[in-house]
């Protein structure tokens, strides 16, 4: 008998480890052992979760809500979610049309494993995600890219959309404001793509993690509110994790259809059953407790704005740099195709010569970008951005 196993599975073997959160750990093992490592390698926000809500939540904990709860997630926090889009977005919903998921990142996934079959092509704009064309690969579904770089904006165009759709297309993914390059796009724009989306009979997975973190004049769309025929087709994801600081409490939010919405939630119970229940009396809290919470994302969002511009600016300064000012999320993504290198080899570089952590746009789809998250202080930034633009001008000698 061979002590050797049989190959993994395909779906192991197909996927790519998640590269942000790779760039992210050899920071953090850098500064570990010591090094002064300034790191615009972080996915999340800076900032501790606003205090009543982990009051909520220990509260909770103590009186015993530790069993097994409804697996789409408890009564009150799904009425809570629904009174929230029809407050924010005059969308009705009922509460069965909402899945309480561990983590936004699950929701999409059970989103596209809801609507997909093998073998069916989902639309993915690039720079995407680093997850969604992952997960379209681990539903058995086939990921189309399509780049949108600087010049677009980094926004899909309806013509760009219309030409890749094929009598296998299923799903069109969004993700407005986006991560990585913190683009938004507007109403207008999103019901342009959604014209031709309804045309085709395509289902719609809208990704709103970042709606709350938008800045200047820009405004968050939900996208099932642009039409009748929009609502009939569009999941969309949102959650508690970047707006109010709690990615470790794994709470993603699905809305969608009730049978879409059925769907999901008996997938989920197959897989994880509910998110931890006393985890939900927390996000429970940051719905009902709205002044202090909207107190606490006031706080964040002042900081954000502040890092964003100051960041932009010095970026652009920096001969050979050019970088859009994004309108949303906690993410810039400065064009670097000019240095001539392979971004993956600048980043590798930039981190071993200047101990300055940034993830390729390889990793987004996008050669010849950074992804520079700037939920980091100010300090850090300051510090960060004086070591590229050394590190720029050794390349350019
Ligand atoms: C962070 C993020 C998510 C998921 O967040 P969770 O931590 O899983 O709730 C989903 N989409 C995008 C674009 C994100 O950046």
């Not at 938004?184 to 009979?201: D, F, I």
């Not at 289902?203 to 009939?232: F, G, N, R, W």
Request: proline fraction near 7%; aromatic fraction near 8%.
């Amino acid at each position: 008998m061979s002590l050797t196993p049989a190959p993994l599975s395909t779906w192991s073997r197909a996927l790519a480890p998640s590269p942000t959160l790779a760039v992210d750990a050899k920071a953090k093992a850098m500064q570990a052992a010591g090094e002064d490592v300034c790191s615009f390698a972080a996915g999340e926000p800076d900032f501790d979760t606003p205090a009543h809500i982990k009051d909520a939540c220990a509260a909770a904990l103590q009186s015993g809500r530790t069993k097994y709860g409804p697996t789409p997630g408890i009564e009150p926090l799904r009425q809570a979610i629904a009174a929230r889009y029809a407050a924010e977005y005059n969308l009705a919903v009922t509460p069965n049309q909402v899945v309480v998921s561990p983590g936004g990142k699950f929701s999409c996934y059970l989103g596209i494993l809801a609507t997909c079959s093998p073998g069916d092509e989902v639309i993915v704009p690039a720079p995407f995600w680093v997850s969604y064309p992952e997960m379209v690969k681990l539903a058995g579904a086939v990921p189309k890219v399509v780049l949108c770089d600087d010049r677009a904006g980094f926004k899909l165009t309806p013509a760009q959309l219309a030409a890749a759709i094929t009598p296998r297309t299923r799903l069109l993914i969004l993700n407005s404001p986006s991560n990585p390059t913190g683009a938004v796009y507007t109403r207008a724009e999103l019901a342009a793509l959604v014209a031709v989306a309804v045309q085709h009979n395509l289902y719609i997975l809208s990704d709103e993690m970042y709606e709350h973190l938008v800045y200047d004049a820009a405004k968050p769309t939900c996208v099932a509110t642009l039409s009748p025929e929009a609502q009939a087709r569009t999941l969309v994801v949102a959650g508690f994790s970047k707006t109010y600081a709690m990615t470790g409490w794994r709470i993603g939010t699905l809305v969608a259809p009730a049978p879409i919405a059925k769907a999901v939630g008996e997938l989920q119970s197959q897989m994880t059953s509910n998110v931890t229940s006393f985890a939900q009396y927390g996000a429970l809290a940051a719905l009902q407790e709205k002044e202090k919470t909207t107190a606490a994302l006031a706080t964040m969002m002042t900081a954000f704005d502040r890092r964003r511009q100051h960041l932009h600016a010095e970026l652009n300064k920096i001969p050979g740099v050019s970088c859009l000012l994004a309108q949303g999320a906690f993410y810039l993504f400065p064009n670097i195709s000019s240095f001539g290198l392979k971004d993956q080899e600048f980043c590798a570089r930039l981190l071993d010569e200047e101990k300055v952590a940034a993830v390729p746009g390889s990793a987004f789809g996008a050669e010849g970008y950074l992804r520079l998250s700037y939920a980091t202080s100010d300090a850090i930034i300051a510090k960060g951005i004086g070591r590229l633009g050394r590190f720029c001008a050794k390349l350019r000698k």
